[in-house]
């Protein structure tokens, strides 16, 4: 096998189909449809490891090719790992270790890590990968070829120009040398990914921008003056398409010189003065923009507005981080808004390059986003280019740069060959049916959109995403190739007959041969055409709008659940009314998700609905509401806060986020993402109205990537997936709705004091029976009084609370003013027992109550800004007596922290009389704005930490003191207005929480988990050379468990937690939320057992 590897034509798209394949052609009215199914299963292992016995066939080839190429070098050669050593016992022992940590890997592998070739895995832009490519990659990583030079890899240096060339001929790009040097020849290479190949996108804008720069200072100022003195001047072709001396070029003329003049500036040179590029290279060097600094250049030439890129607001975090790394500023990384659809804006688009071209700022490039990370959206390629082509007109240019990370291998899928000779391709929108399972033709909008890959610039297409590579393949293609001299630093702008090395361009140094040679032979199998990755693709796509008619349809009126798919059906789009919209979801129930995929390719106006289900390439966003029942009728959720709880809790249960868990505990897999109010406007809030939601907040979507050819084959797409999806909506919307629905209840009340007694109830953000900050007042029978003063007195740091025996509403509570009491010294034990049992609390008065609905607090302590929504100055009520006076965080947001304290000693300008502490006065510690201070979690490893708070600037225990002024009220307190005294408190006895006031409950032992297991889940063997600081001391909380106590006291805290709450609504809800509320441990295994040895005959 490996002596035969050569590097063929590198043009698989023009290849014909492979001789093995055998082609079976289905007819259907006017249309031949041909089964190539089978060919796709051969090119994966298989979900169930249907292909192994051919995978490993294929592996044993390879390591016997390795054995023989070590062999056969030169034969005569010693052995200098001999028998002798091989029979050492010290050699035995350490290649038994060497299976022994392996084995563990192993099994930690297969039961830890992302089934990604499962059908039921939906998530990220990742599937199996294919058989070619992992077979490419590790017949060439046994070499470690290095392709950062031609002498580190010779054979995957020349692979990577050819996948080069493959990426750039799939995409449009002319691949063909030509002697005129203005006909642009493309190029491409492999990156580590997307980001890294966006970056080196970014830097290339940025050095072509200013590079007419600095060739006039080298002119003007340097060793090319003798250019002026010339009487043959040299001429440059403005973006308008006027000719003008260069030296006569004005400075914002020379920033809006097309890509195709800039780089036709070194040929003309040597044409004009017989400049070598080698001495052009040293003349320049000195003035281009990685010697001097971008600051350098536009003082030099008088810039004040700084240039910029323009790219939609679903841009990759790559972008801004890119903006960072070359200097270009993330500030100068402009958001050009969204439609509807998630794609750009071109509306705004131009205005935004219109106040361009008004307040004269350069644009480095605008960035078509083919195929958004959370949507699948295709921004307006075609109109892209056309506004390209319009302001070039009216003296404005600038790079088009596709990111194209996702969409790039689309391009299989149409025919950009023909669009590259200037003919208009007519997509006949019919799709591809193999067998089972049909390929789906792309939208024709989304067709339009990838026929003018070509027209861009520069283009990131990552063979690891939709190539279906092992990962690192990333990959940056040029339209003109010579854009790639601008980032090597041996020779910019030179332009060169052969390429000896490529890794001495990009961001790269060294960089793995593997991953070009697993690319290549992808390539080769599969094909960059429509009956490779055309069909593999297709088929992807097909499941993807199958699953989304799904989703459309899921959920009806009957349900107390909402499910919305981002991308809107076709009726939505068109405007129909309501009852429409229903006849077409009915439509899709009966003729599509009801049907197998035989009848479905029978039905021709389901296939024509089906083709424009979905985003524009398989990725998709879905979120979900739930309902409640009024009457006889479902009124849906108003709370986006309450929906992202939801939709966090189901992704929670879709997806494995924790080391250690394993997958099997999951039965399907998605993901999901937080979409800004501010950078997607209108779109979303048109998606909260369809959701039912209302209100400014960000929104948590969740996300499905759809790649799989297999799940539609059969019923295992709605009988596994979306039935398994269903039942965990339907479980999280009956949770949702218990925890937003008064029943009878426990609450839990620090206690403050003694004379009188004050309460301080525990409060629970995600909860609605606790969502109030109450403080109030009670009297307890005498006895026990001197009991809990008595005790407290022999233990003053120790927290005492007291609950109500018997559930009961708040309310009630309060409006009875007295209940059956328990009193407990800390949270209560693990057998259930209490302190002080059957006492009762009367002559409750209550001094503080308000609410902690979030409308309620919007209005109750307004924010300044959405940026600003906790308190500048720190907030605590201030009651009591002159005696006793004690405070309380006030809650004015979530998420927040409850901190308190008695007794605590006033040290004030003007003694507050008790009148006053009789109010609600505010008590504000100078110098903390919360804003910068939020989350305020506590520090680990803090001993009886509820009771022992620590974060910096916030020793919140007794005897720390703070400077602090008081106030009447909380608007004062924040205006900084009419303050009445001020001086410093030194705390008591205090309490501090965080966890369970913004805890989402489950059940009793949710939380309990092996965390030996998840921290060194290798470790299964102990062994004394293993390294202890990787693993965390277990008698101190680690940082990842901040709570209330140390680590091993956590069942302390589910019984606390159990008390606070009762759960009493939630019994009968257990069944459903089972997957969330039942506690799996973790349990470390009990060593390795001994392997077989795998032979042959096992294959």
Known sequence: MGANISIPDPHPSGRATPNHVVKDNINHGKTQYEDRHPVVASWFLGPRAENFRYLAQAFLQVLHDQKEARINLFPDDPSFITTEIQSDGRFQDSIDHLNDRLTSLSRGLSTNCIPFWSPRFNGHMN??????????????????????????????????????????????????PNPDPTIPVGWGHITADGSIANLEALWVARNLKFYPLSLSLAITKGPLKFIKRSPKPLIATLCD???KPFLHLTTWELLNLTPTAVMNLPHQLGELYGISQAALSKAMKPYLIQDTGRHTLEKEFGIRESPVLMIGATAHYSWPKGGAITGIGAANIISVSV?????????????????????????????AIMGSTEHGAVDPLKEILELREEFQKKGLSFLVHCDAAWGGYFAAMVDTKTMRQGKTVPNSGEAHVTGFVPSQALNPYTVEQLEMFGGADSITIDPHKSGLCSYPAGGLC??????????????????????????????EGSKPG????????????????????????????????????NWATLSTDADNFIVRPFNRLPAELDGKSAEELEEQKAFIRKHIVNVGNKALIRNEAALELLKHLGGDLMASALACNFKYTVGDKKIANTSIVEANIMNTRIFNRVSVTRPGQEVRERELFLTSSQFSQKLYGECLSKYKRRLGLEGPENMTSLMNVTMSPWPTDGTFLTDVVVAGFKKIVQEEANY??????????????????????????????????????????????????????????????????????????????????????????????????????????TNIKVIIKQSLELDDLKSTFPQLSEEEVFPSQMPFWIY?????????????????????????KCDFERELTDEELKGTLVCTFDGLDENFMQPIVNDPGQENSYANWHTPSLP????????????????????????????????????????????????????????SAEYDMLNEVPRINRRRNFKPDLKVKHPMHNGYKQLVERRRIEVAKEWVLGFGPFEKYKGYVAGSLKGKEMKVSEGVKERRVIGLDDF
């Open 514 to 549: 593997a991953a070009a040679a697993g690319v290549w032979l992808s390539h080769e199998v599969i094909g960059l055409n429509m009956d490779g990755y055309g069909t593999l693709l297709g088929e992807g796509i097909f499941t993807c709008a199958r699953l989304h008619a």
């Open 241 to 243: 398409g006027t000719q």
């Open 956 to 1011: 919140f225990h007794r005897s720390s003191t703070f400077p602090v002024t008081i106030y009447s009220t909380y608007a004062d307190s924040q205006s900084f207005s009419n303050p009445l005294t001020r001086g410093t408190i030194t705390l008591g006895g205090s309490y501090g929480d965080w966890d369970m006031l913004n805890d989402i409950p489950g059940g009793p032992g949710e939380m309990e988990m092996g965390l």
């Open 880 to 904: 009591g007596s002159k005696e006793q006076t004690h405070i309380d965080h006030i809650l004015s947001w979530s998420p927040n922290v409850q901190l308190n304290s008695e007794c605590v």
């Open 736 to 841: 949702a709705v218990a925890r937003n629905t008064f029943s009878p209840d426990l609450h839990g009340f620090v206690m403050q004091g003694d004379s009188p007694l004050y309460l301080v109830h525990l409060p629970m953000f995600n909860m609605k029976n606790h969502r109030y900050q109450l403080i109030m007042t009670g009297d307890l029978p005498p006895d026990v009084m001197e009991k809990y003063k008595s005790d407290k007195a022999a233990n003053p740091d120790t927290v005492y609370f007291l609950g109500n025996a018997a559930p009961g509403f708040l309310e009630d509570l309060l409006e009875a003013t007295e209940f059956e009491a328990v009193v407990d010294k800390g949270f209560p034990p693990d057998d259930g027992t209490h302190w002080i049992t059957g006492v009762k609390l």
């Open 478 to 507: 040029y339209r003109d190739g010579r854009l790639r001299f601008l980032v090597t630093w041996d020779s910019p702008v030179i332009s060169r007959s052969g390429d000896p090395s490529i890794g001495i361009y990009g961001v």
């Open 339 to 367: 439609d509807l659809n998630a794609r750009m804006s071109l509306s705004d688009l131009r205005s935004k390059l219109t106040n361009a071209l008004t307040t004269k700022t350069a644009v480095y490039s605008v960035v």
């Open 127 to 176: 599937m199996d990968t294919t058989m070619p490519a992992l077979l490419g990659y590790l017949t060439a990583m046994l070499y470690n070829p290095n392709n950062l030079a031609m002498e580190g890899g010779p054979l995957t240096t020349l692979i990577e120009v050819v996948v080069g060339k493959q990426l750039c001929e799939m995409l449009g790009y002319n691949i063909t």
